[in-house]
């Protein structure tokens, strides 16, 4: 670590590991790691803290009175959507919209298979975030967008006057039945917030009168977007799951002031951007953690590598989730579902399925099947340590792949007695078979679906396997790398040392930025003048005045003068005709003359062809540029991965620790290797476990590994 005594910290509490990637001034790092406390989240942070400050012979309290920034990043919001344990929240509503988030519990084919949605008799509405009965119309309207020139009346006009009494008597009302929050959702708000913030200004003074701590939560602070439902649904995400979530995470903060720390707590949002955890957009940050693995998958691969298309495989030990970078361009879901929600935030797209090594092994007796999961022992690995049924864990326990000594470093000991007796009485013997041969075909079973699940996704893009590389990382993809890219034709395959806490670099790798976005409606028909566009185009310019300026307040808030502020800009667009806009960024945030909205249009055309073939372009048909958004950034430490000599294919002696027998489809001898102390250019021939304190990597006799001069580990067929 360097002399000077300035570090920044970046965490990722997943499901069963919170990972700690600690950088110092100059980027070099270290790792820590420990069991995640769901019960409370601030424990498994000081442990996972300690682990990274003791790797760098540092303590953890002197960790924190030099750390700089620490962002911590995990799936707190997402547990509660989940469980159902959020905030009883209130609503005040456009009077003749109130129902909107009944309807928004039709939704039920969110994240179902084709057949699962077929089966209509078997499914679920969404979960209330607002009970109906919760729901008071206000009297109000703004009048909304015009699509075509020529309307007499504006855009953001007061067409029907808020009636301020429908205010009052609905907080009241509210306040009496016991909610904990009160979301306020007018339409058209985006176009002009008048009335939102003057009700707003009502409840927060009735709430302060009778002395209660209730957030008051406009749409336009939160959502300033088109489209009703989604705008209402992320509104009542931030009071449903967000502020309640956000308590998890000011336990997280007050452990770490109390050990030193002198600074704000910051998360990451599902964009990639970095915010204190007071962020107002709290709900922004609902999916944080996995979202660390694409940033750091592009940072590495595509700066460090020069390749830019990327497969990104997150295996851990809860889920397994996916990620592609195409042509270097993160991938953006603009509206977003999850678990029966909808909503409207730009967020790394990735798709996640159940899977992982705490993933639990169920078997029906009668029809000889087995099946894994939805449910994962988390923290709890599996019958080897303290979970009550058998898992994928106890599988590469019994099979040789993992040391019951060497987990988390041989900080936690696992049973290899106890697992296997589970998985004889409860895998072998039910399904009469050989218990290491059917514990083999679990894996197949497992790699099945992950293997599925990433042709799936190219096949449905119409993208080649062959062009796109690799990256397996989290806890457990080492470990199961072998089985994922077998029979799979790939332009490369790579892991890395640090890929137990891969997601945790990329948070500490991730530029730190704000996003702000906001609904326009400007129409470009083809065939018009210059200085006609450039006259339609003036509410483009407004619309990103007003985010500089929203981004500046923010950012000054937090600390960071203006002249330190760096922006880029962007915007949502289509050809007219077409129902779903597309994100383009632009070099500028002003539109003063013909070229520029030719170059606006140029930007469009240019994401677009990224995404469609150029044969697919209608520019004939005009354009509708629907919304824009900027995002603010200020400089901060980021991790260096340093280059080093090639020393060579043979490793050191040092790094040798005997011999391994392992069950991979029959018993064989693997040669067992400390992954730290190989060096760039060694070459180990498989069959090989590579282990390391915080994960293991498999080699099976086929093949062999690589360390290039980034000690980046390269895995090949022989």
């Not at 707003?200 to 489209?227: K, M, N, Q």
């Not at 030193?260 to 007071?278: D, F, K, N, P, V």
């Not at 483009?540 to 500046?552: F, S, T």
Request: charge should be negative.
């Amino acid at each position: 670590m360097s002399d000077d005594k300035s570090f920044l910290v970046a965490l990722d509490a997943g499901g069963t590991m919170t990972d700690t990637f600690l950088v110092d001034a100059e980027g070099r790092f270290s790792l820590g790691k420990s069991l995640t406390n769901r019960e409370d989240e601030s424990r498994s942070y000081m442990e996972s803290v300690a682990d990274a400050a003791a790797y760098a012979g540092l303590t953890a309290e002197e960790i924190h009175r030099s750390a700089v920034g620490i962002t911590y990043t995990g799936t707190t919001m997402l547990n509660i959507l989940i469980t159902g344990t959020g905030a009883k929240v209130g609503l005040l509503a456009t009077k003749g919209f109130e129902h909107v988030p009944h309807l928004e519990r039709g939704l039920t084919w969110i994240g179902l298979s084709y057949e699962d949605a077929m089966h209509m008799a078997l499914l679920e509405h969404t979960r209330w975030l607002v009970d109906i009965n919760l729901v008071r119309p206000v009297a109000e309207r703004i009048k909304g967008p015009t699509l075509y020139p020529g309307c007499h009346i504006q855009p953001g006009t007061a067409v029907v006057p808020l009636r301020e009494s429908d205010v009052s008597k609905g907080v009241e009302d509210l306040l009496n039945v016991g909610v904990e929050a009160i979301a306020i959702v007018f339409l058209h708000s985006y176009e002009n917030a008048a009335h939102e913030m003057r009700a707003a200004e009502i409840a927060r003074a009735i709430v302060e009168e009778r002395g209660l701590d209730i957030p008051v939560v406009t749409s336009y602070d939160i959502c300033p977007i088109a489209f009703e439902s989604e705008r209402m649904k992320s509104v009542l995400i931030e009071c449903y799951a967000g502020r309640k979530a956000q308590q998890q995470l000011f336990k997280v903060e007050t452990a770490a002031r109390a050990n030193g720390y002198r600074h704000e707590l910051q998360t990451l949002l599902s964009y990639g951007a970095t915010a204190g955890i007071r962020h107002p957009r709290i709900y922004e940050s609902i999916v944080s953690g996995p979202t660390g693995g694409l940033l750091g998958s592009k940072e590495l691969l595509e700066k460090v590598k020069g390749l830019n298309n990327i497969i990104c495989a997150d295996l851990g030990g809860t889920t397994f989730d996916m990620g592609l970078i195409t042509r270097g361009r993160l991938p953006i879901n603009t509206e977003p579902h999850f678990y029966g929600h909808k909503l409207s935030l730009p967020m790394l797209s990735i798709d996640s399925i159940g899977a992982g090594t705490g993933t639990v092994v169920h078997v029906d007796e009668q029809l000889k099947l087995i099946k894994l999961g939805p449910e994962s022992a988390g923290s709890d690995v599996g019958t080897c340590y303290r979970y009550p049924d058998i898992t994928v864990g106890d599988i590469d326990l019994v099979l040789g792949y993992l040391n019951p000594d060497y987990f988390l470093g041989g900080t936690v000991k696992l049973n290899k007695e106890a697992a296997s007796r589970a998985l004889e009485e409860r895998l072998a013997r039910p399904l009469g078979q050989d218990l290491y041969d059917v514990c083999g075909k679990v894996l197949d079973l497992l790699h099945a679906g992950m293997k599925n699940h990433i042709t799936s996704t190219l096949q449905s893009k119409g993208l080649d396997p062959s062009e796109y590389t690799l990256i397996a990382y989290g806890g457990s993809g080492p470990l199961h790398m072998w089985g994922l890219v077998e029979e799979m034709d790939l332009a490369g395959v790579v892991t890395c040392p640090w890929a137990a806490a891969f997601s945790a670099y990329g948070v500490a790798a991730a530029e730190y930025f704000h996003r702000y976005q906001k609904s326009v409606m400007c129409i470009l028909p083809a065939g018009q003048p210059g200085e006609v566009l450039v006259y339609l185009c003036m509410g483009v310019n407004a619309a990103w005045q007003e985010l500089k300026e929203r981004a500046y307040q923010e950012l000054e808030n937090e600390g960071y003068a203006r002249d330190k502020i760096r922006f880029r800009y962007g915007i949502y667009a289509r050809y007219l005709g077409q129902m779903v806009s597309w994100e383009a960024p632009v070099e500028k945030s002003t539109v003063e003359t013909p070229q520029d909205v030719q170059d606006l249009i140029d930007a469009f055309e240019k994401a677009y062809t990224t995404i469609y073939p150029v044969a697919a372009r209608m520019p004939e048909m005009g354009y509708a540029i629907t919304g824009v958004y900027c995002e603010a950034m200020v400089d901060r430490i980021k991790p260096v991965i340093a280059r080093h000599s090639l020393e060579g294919e043979k490793p050191p002696q040092s790094a040798y620790k005997g011999k391994r027998e392992v069950y991979h489809r029959r018993w064989v001898d693997f040669d067992v290797w400390e992954m730290d102390l190989l060096q760039a250019g060694n070459k180990i021939d498989g069959p090989a476990v590579i282990e390391h304190p915080m994960t293991t990597l498999i080699v099976p006799p086929e093949n062999y590994v690589e360390f290039d001069e980034y000690k980046l580990i390269w895995y090949r067929k022989k």
